[in-house]
C-alpha cells in the first residue's frame, strides 16, 4: 500500500527558498519517476518538477528552471524539493507522486491528469 506523506511547508518571503520532502512507505522511490506538484486554489493543478528513476533526467516547468531542484536520498527512501528565489505566485498546496513513466516530462505531463497517491499535500506561502 503506498503511502506519501509531504512537509517542509510554510510562510515564507519573497526571494526566500523552503525544502520541501517527500517520505513513502509501501513503494520504494527509486523504481519509480517521481514528481511534485502544486495546486492554488481555484486552479488546476500543475507539475512542477520531476525525476526519473534512474535521476539521470529531470524536467522543471518554465516558471521554476533555475530556481527549483528536484532530488532523491535512496537511503532515506525520500524525494526533495529544494525551491530558492520564492515569488508568490508559488505560493500552492505541493504535492509529491510516483509514477511508472520511463522519462521525467512523461510524469510530469501525466501525472496531474491522474492525481493519485498525493498524500496530504504541505502548504506553502509566499508573503511579504
Known amino acids: 500500500q503506498l503511502r506519501l506523506v509531504e512537509s517542509g511547508g510554510g510562510l515564507v518571503h519573497p526571494g526566500g527558498s523552503l525544502r520541501l520532502s517527500c517520505a513513502a512507505s509501501g513503494v520504494t522511490l527509486d523504481s519509480y519517476a517521481i514528481g511534485w506538484f502544486r495546486q492554488a486554489p481555484g486552479k488546476e493543478p500543475e507539475s512542477v518538477s520531476c525525476?526519473?528513476?534512474?535521476?539521470?533526467?529531470?524536467f522543471n516547468a518554465e516558471s521554476v528552471e533555475g530556481r527549483f531542484t528536484i532530488s532523491r536520498d535512496s537511503a532515506k527512501n525520500m524525494v526533495y524539493l529544494e525551491m530558492n528565489n520564492l515569488k508568490r505566485e508559488d505560493t500552492a498546496v505541493y504535492y509529491c507522486s510516483a509514477g511508472n513513466f520511463p522519462s521525467a516530462v512523461q510524469m510530469c505531463v501525466v501525472a496531474p491528469l491522474i492525481k493519485d497517491d498525493w498524500g496530504q499535500g504541505t502548504q506553502v506561502t509566499v508573503s511579504s
Open positions: 525525476i526519473n528513476n534512474s535521476s539521470d533526467d529531470r
